[in-house]
């Protein structure tokens, strides 16, 4: 634990303003945890919240000076303690700078500070036809958060993710020095690409003070179908067709019955199809009904063929919107219900299901139900060892063994330790299963060379 | 220049095997230059072609412990002379390393050693219906090039660029050490993205020995649409709105008429709408020709409210195929036509027809015509300054003034350097008009992290 010296304060309220500076400990407080489940709240000594690139630029120069570790922050809505500042230190949260800088309508790009958060950009975007199309579920996470974690989400499956929309930022290193790297355009071919280098290193390397996005246009409908399927191999055995017909839906969701059950007792509402075993939802947008209608008649021929039940559009605005909302609210839902643990393993997609039936087997083995669903588009698994049935003390002491199976079997199926949560405190144990020494060493030297003192929020990602 | 020692050439000989060591002067002088205009040949002293990561490694591993730079090598399709073997010492050719590993129908990817053609793996992927979609022009260009340089090319605007379809790499380290990164999924979240980073980084971190790519479906249809303007400001003009229309075509491409004239003479063809200033080759793929025809349709009404002559789709494959020869021949055509310098310039969009107007005035101040032509869709835009009315010594002498300047105008428009050929030696020195000190300082720390003793394509992209 670092100690923060009354010189360095005093210095930091000279470059910042005073009502830049956090020291009431119930303010700080608030910046001790994000929303990962069962993560231990780590108030730091102090905290800034810079209103420009240069208040960031000193912020982080003093820092340097006096040995103190910074933890830079978004809004705070991460899953793997990646802004909760574990050495103590500083955090720096960028709340502040959250102004939507430039949207280029005809470029279709935007220039944003990293406090901005998704929801006020995609109200800004939609205002001019346009949009953001990466949708991690959480639309008060901050546009900064996205980028150090990588986030993903349900659309991923025509859009991709964070990273295939960043294409430059502005960025303070360790030493206070401001850089910019990329710009309003997707090719480059100039040297080494910090920008992707930056993008999904949780705040380790550099505190992100502008991105430029890529955007997309906004398309005048989006339709889901929901089609139940008796077996889960079947309902996934039916993602590959899909994706081979001539359009891309953007997501393509999986889930399995028990889920349904806990999302219907959250939401004290009644879901319909909790007669089947699995379920996809594809979604689909377009600039008329008619044409998502037909591309979703040509998905449902695909999946008769795989042995789905018959699928299911909403039929109102309402319908579609329950749907989708009870499908955001599995996190919460499963939140309230259980004592939680959530894992995000990334797997080849046509692997899905074997992984499934795999977590199945052994989380039977240590007693614990293991709940998956995830973007079956992509390969993204969420899973949750929940202690039904168990007492909380009896189902803590069990999961770390669970876990580190579950991601041995992800990997060994040619997956990933994290598919969109990152790794930050909650999964620094269990990223060597899919990094190798040498992979990690490797990284740790690209931390050194952004960062040779290591005060850039330190002990996340690896030690 | 290094010297190599009989030892080194005696234990790599033991390592690999004689079959794969290259000492013939002749057989050495074509690992001496790429395709770069009026680029310098320079002979390695040596030259290996191991068929396997493990020779890779050994290779790697000699050339650190006796100080040996090792240049790697695709099939020298290059135009930066990033495999040009500046610093003498070892070509570390992977054209025996050309085997297609696997190719997954299911999750739409593929497998692939660094040497294997883009035309050998396109064929290979046609005959069971799926296609890689980077096509920088070149099918002889090597996976492993591509990735070396981040190829682009025509079909960035749906497609984006190679780093967008790399999902994976095994890659050999200075150290010998062999690493994986990323696999055959989209999404990850597990520490810096090293996959990201070794692509586009021209051999200087890494020797790439495997990559996993992402591919597509394969269109039963493609076909180009042909709009001839009266300015070249108006061709531009229409891109945005193009680019707003419910469908993405894969390319749109932008050319002068200059550009034409010449082609014409050296294809010995007539070519259409010479009387037209400027030109908007706009490329579409789908299921059927019906559909693709509807796209033009819309395309060609947005193009007649921007001032464009009536649109042309070439009425047989026969004259499709010659339009996208011609198109393809540019290069050839002034590489025969003319003294040569390529510049690939890269600028965000909506700035092209200004930042041509820029370089029309800049080139008529130093009496050198400079040709421009490129890919409306993304902005990148290549420019060639022929010597055209005026001997070699002068436009020699006159050309580093007059690419500066280019550069600059590029840059002050928020563009970069290079959009798609990459840095090597050819454009080292004008890097630094686009990337500052401190970024160049990191990009040099980076290297410094992964190949401390500099033995990795030492003096590529940066000193």
Not at 135 to 140: D, F, L, R, S, Y
Not at 218 to 240: H, K, M, Q
Request: glycine share 12%; hydrophobic share 40%.
């Amino acid at each position: 634990m670092s100690t923060i010296s009354e010189e360095f304060i005093a210095r930091l309220g000279d470059a910042l303003g005073a009502s830049n500076l956090v020291s009431d400990p119930e303010h700080l407080a608030s910046y001790a945890s994000d929303e990962t489940p069962g993560g231990e709240p780590r108030s730091p000594t102090l905290a800034v919240t810079p209103q420009n690139t240069a208040q960031v630029s000193a912020t982080l120069r003093l820092a340097r000076e006096y040995g103190v570790p910074v933890t830079p922050r978004g809004a705070g809505t991460g899953l793997s303690q990646g802004c909760v500042p574990s050495s103590g230190g500083l955090v720096l949260s960028l709340e502040k700078m959250n102004r939507i800088l430039e949207i280029d309508g005809a470029g279709f790009t935007a220039s944003v500070e990293p406090g901005v958060s998704l929801a006020a950009l995609a109200e800004a975007l939609a205002a001019v036809g346009l949009a953001y199309p990466v949708h991690p579920g959480e639309m008060t996470a901050s546009v900064g958060g996205t980028v150090a974690t990588n986030a993903g989400g349900m659309n991923a499956v025509k859009h991709g993710v964070t990273r295939h929309q960043i294409l430059g930022l502005e960025a303070v290193l360790a030493s206070g020095e401001v850089i910019t790297t990329g710009g309003a355009y997707v090719k480059c071919a100039s040297g080494y690409d910090l920008t992707q280098l930056i993008t999904g290193s949780e705040g380790t390397l550099a505190v992100v003070t502008r991105v430029t996005l890529k955007l997309t246009r906004l398309s005048a409908c989006r339709e889901v179908l929901f089609i139940p399927f008796d077996r889960l191999e079947d309902a996934v055995g039916a993602v590959a067709e899909i994706l081979k017909l001539p359009e891309t839906p953007y997501g393509i969701e999986f889930f399995e019955r028990g889920i349904l059950d806990i999302v219907a007792e959250y939401l004290g509402a009644e879901l319909p199809y909790r007669e089947h075993a699995a379920f996809l939802m594809v979604l689909m947008e377009g600039d008329a009904a008619d044409a998502v209608h037909e591309y979703f008649a040509a998905v449902d021929a695909v999946c008769q063929r795989h042995g789905a039940a018959p699928s299911m559009v909403p039929g109102s605005q309402r319908a579609r919107r329950k749907l989708l909302d009870a499908r955001e609210k599995f996190l919460p839902a499963l939140r309230r219900y259980t004592a939680l643990e959530i894992l995000d393993i990334v797997v080849p997609r046509a692997r899905i299901a074997g992984f499934v039936s795999q977590t199945r087997e052994i989380g039977e083995r240590y007693g614990i139900r293991v709940i998956t669903y995830g973007h079956a588009g992509d390969g993204n698994v969420h899973l949750h060892p929940v202690g039904i049935g168990l007492s909380q003390a009896a189902w803590r002491e069990r999961l770390p063994e669970l876990m580190r199976e579950l991601y041995q079997a992800g990997i060994a199926l040619g997956g990933a330790v994290s598919g969109e949560h990152g790794i930050g405190l909650a999964k620094k144990a269990y990223l060597p299963i899919g990094c190798s020494p040498e992979t990690l060493n490797l990284m740790r030297a690209v931390k050194q060379a952004f960062d040779p003192t290591n005060i850039m929020n330190p002990g996340k990602i690896f030690d």
